[in-house]
């Protein structure tokens, strides 16, 4: 199957709400690899896996154990696995498919952030950014944790780790990181701090590669990677977002940094005295270069968490305002190219799409909206031959424009079409997006649905007891005391007769139907007859006589004309 054709002169990024998803109080999302499942952590500790092709509810996790509003969704790299952590402290992994609980421990601070290692198929091994702690490696299978470093400290010609003090010197709080995320290989996590510095730290060692300063020198509140990890983004306290280049590669990241760290050791081993957080900041400008950033100059509003586009091309800023819907979009290059206004709701959370134009805000309200692109018929995208028009033109035909058999030379050439080749009807043409699977492994992309039973199916398997078909029968609508009148059971169209006449002031008990011509003579006909079917069973007969063909016909008559009201 071909890919949709977009007119490149429309931007590709969404421009109106086109949908809303809406099932309790949802404070968080998170799209898998390929954007055909959502899951939404919800308010009351569950978690709702949506279809979003269908916009169906597919699968809703739920632990007994946790009660508490969930604060952040991930998905593992081939979407069997989901991790999910709350208020209540608490770590928990499923698995989506049979939507059963892996794991789950509980941490000494709330998580604000958790997000599972991309490496491995299964991963086990999650970071955690608590509250009020360092960021936490934890590993889900047997419940280890080991803290990571968020600053260095020079001490003589090496360099230290240094601990989170409760408060420094002069009373003011501690330098507490505010952001952690894995790169896309999974050998590294880039962990942001109050100083304004991003920390290259190793997984398997937690030993400090580089220091990138980010400009300002605020207090990090997130760090993005895209999809190819190409580019990262942060979003700081000072009201921008600012965006980085990531030099390293994408494979033997480790080995890239050592041979960094020997440069850099060869080219100052002369110095007697050479500063080793400088040597660490100096390693950092080459794994990550600084490119430009994004702000409103005029407002100076506070972002949410950005994000970029599937390709990376645009990147997204939600307003942090309170009660404000605003959604601004730009090129990677730096210029505003849309800003979206929605109801003036203010923003929790917000993801794109990793294939479409797509994405999907969610408000304090815990409703999340789809916004999705405008897209404007262009024929000439269908029809190679078709061309618009700004005005009127004036057509001259051709001389042989509609014979049957025009001249040779005057026939236009044709495209040469191969007929006899064959059309592929069963694989899909992948979109111009580059995935992050390396496809040895097999995707969850949809979940296959749980049929309910019928309310008939369970209504024979559990019948109701006599107590609880007698209030059934007392719970009954407004308009149930007007189906049954008379000892008889009203039809739809009579109860609503009954109530227009009841609002005209009740004039008639019931609107009577005008009849039709054949009512009218079936009318007469029965008037002129001497008995009718209920006189006569109203009077026992003292002589019985046999029934005729007359009297067979007569009640025929009698019960079609019955279900006429007159």
């Known amino acids: 199957m071909n890919v949709p054709i977009i007119d490149p002169l429309q931007g590709?990024?969404?421009?109106?709400?086109?949908?809303?998803?809406?099932?309790?109080?949802?404070?968080?999302?998170?799209?898998?690899?390929?954007?055909?499942?959502?899951?939404?952590?919800?308010?009351?500790?569950?978690?709702?896996?949506?279809?979003?092709?269908?916009?169906?509810?597919?699968?809703?996790?739920?632990?007994?154990?946790?009660?508490?509003?969930?604060?952040?969704?991930?998905?593992?790299?081939?979407?069997?696995?989901?991790?999910?952590?709350?208020?209540?402290?608490?770590?928990?992994?499923?698995?989506?498919?049979?939507?059963?609980?892996?794991?789950?421990?509980?941490?000494?601070?709330?998580?604000?952030?958790?997000?599972?290692?991309?490496?491995?198929?299964?991963?086990?091994?999650?970071?955690?950014?608590?509250?009020?702690?360092?960021?936490?490696?934890?590993?889900?299978?047997?419940?280890?944790?080991?803290?990571?470093?968020?600053?260095?400290?020079?001490?003589?010609?090496?360099?230290?780790?240094?601990?989170?003090?409760?408060?420094?010197?002069?009373?003011?709080?501690?330098?507490?990181?505010?952001?952690?995320?894995f790169d896309r290989s999974g050998e590294l996590i880039c962990v942001g701090n109050s100083k304004g510095e991003i920390l290259i730290v190793g997984i398997k060692t937690s030993k400090v590669y580089g220091i990138i300063p980010v400009p300002g020198g605020a207090v990090i509140k997130d760090i993005v990677f895209c999809r190819t990890g190409q580019y990262v983004l942060t979003n700081s306290n000072d009201r921008v977002i600012r965006l980085f280049e990531n030099l390293l590669p994408h494979n033997n990241v480790i080995n890239e940094l050592e041979i960094i760290d020997s440069l850099n050791n060869n080219t100052n081993n002369n110095v007697e005295e050479y500063d080793i957080v400088e040597k660490l900041k100096t390693t950092g400008t080459k794994c990550i270069k600084y490119l430009r950033e994004f702000q409103d100059v005029v407002t100076k509003i506070q972002w949410k968490t950005p994000c970029f586009s599937g390709d990376g091309e645009w990147i997204l800023g939600a307003s942090a305002s309170k009660g404000e819907h605003k959604l601004y979009i730009w090129e990677r290059l730096g210029h505003l190219v849309k800003i979206l206004e929605g109801p003036k709701e203010a923003i929790i959370d917000v993801v794109w799409h990793p294939e479409r134009p797509i994405v999907v805000s969610v408000s304090v309200t815990g409703t999340a909206y789809v916004w999705a692109k405008d897209y404007v018929e262009n024929w000439s995208a269908f029809a190679p031959d078709f061309k618009e028009l700004e005005e009127n033109e004036e057509y001259i035909e051709r001389e042989d424009e509609f014979d049957l058999n025009p001249r040779e030379d005057e026939k236009e050439k044709e495209e040469v079409v191969d007929e006899?080749?064959?059309?592929?009807?069963?694989?899909?043409?992948?979109?111009?997006?580059?995935?992050?699977?390396?496809?040895?492994?097999?995707?969850?992309?949809?979940?296959?649905?749980?049929?309910?039973?019928?309310?008939?199916?369970?209504?024979?398997?559990?019948?109701?007891?006599?107590?609880?078909?007698?209030?059934?029968?007392?719970?009954?609508?407004?308009?149930?005391?007007?189906?049954?009148?008379?000892?008889?059971?009203?039809?739809?169209?009579?109860?609503?007769?009954?109530?227009?006449?009841?609002?005209?002031?009740?004039?008639?008990?019931?609107?009577?139907?005008?009849?039709?011509?054949?009512?009218?003579?079936?009318?007469?006909?029965?008037?002129?007859?001497?008995?009718?079917?209920?006189?006569?069973?109203?009077?026992?007969?003292?002589?019985?006589?046999?029934?005729?063909?007359?009297?067979?016909?007569?009640?025929?008559?009698?019960?079609?004309?019955?279900?006429?009201?007159?």
């Open 12 to 181: 590709d990024f969404p421009e109106i709400i086109e949908d809303f998803l809406q099932h309790g109080n949802m404070k968080c999302i998170a799209f898998n690899c390929h954007g055909t499942l959502l899951a939404a952590g919800c308010s009351d500790g569950s978690c709702i896996i949506w279809d979003f092709e269908t916009r169906g509810i597919s699968r809703r996790l739920r632990d007994s154990a946790t009660i508490s509003p969930i604060t952040s969704v991930c998905w593992s790299k081939h979407g069997h696995r989901l991790l999910v952590s709350a208020t209540d402290k608490s770590l928990t992994l499923w698995d989506v498919k049979k939507c059963e609980k892996i794991a789950r421990i509980t941490l000494q601070h709330t998580a604000l952030h958790a997000r599972l290692d991309p490496g491995p198929v299964e991963p086990t091994i999650c970071l955690a950014c608590p509250l009020s702690s360092a960021p936490l490696l934890v590993d889900m299978s047997d419940g280890s944790s080991s803290v990571l470093p968020v600053s260095v400290s020079q001490e003589g010609n090496n360099y230290i780790v240094a601990p989170i003090p409760r408060k420094f010197s002069d009373g003011s709080t501690p330098f507490t990181p505010t952001a952690a995320t």
């Open 420 to 566: 006899d080749a064959e059309v592929d009807i069963e694989n899909i043409e992948e979109a111009s997006i580059i995935t992050i699977s390396n496809g040895l492994h097999e995707e969850l992309r949809y979940l296959p649905a749980v049929p309910s039973p019928d309310l008939s199916e369970q209504q024979d398997k559990y019948p109701a007891s006599p107590s609880r078909l007698e209030e059934s029968n007392n719970s009954a609508s407004p308009f149930d005391n007007d189906v049954v009148t008379n000892g008889h059971a009203s039809s739809p169209m009579e109860v609503a007769e009954n109530s227009l006449a009841e609002e005209d002031g009740g004039a008639s008990s019931k609107r009577k139907r005008k009849p039709s011509a054949k009512g009218m003579e079936m009318q007469a006909e029965k008037d002129k007859r001497p008995a009718t079917k209920n006189q006569k069973s109203s009077s026992v007969s003292k002589t019985s006589k046999p029934r005729t063909k007359y009297d067979i016909d007569s009640d025929q008559d009698d019960e079609f004309t019955d279900g006429f009201v007159f």
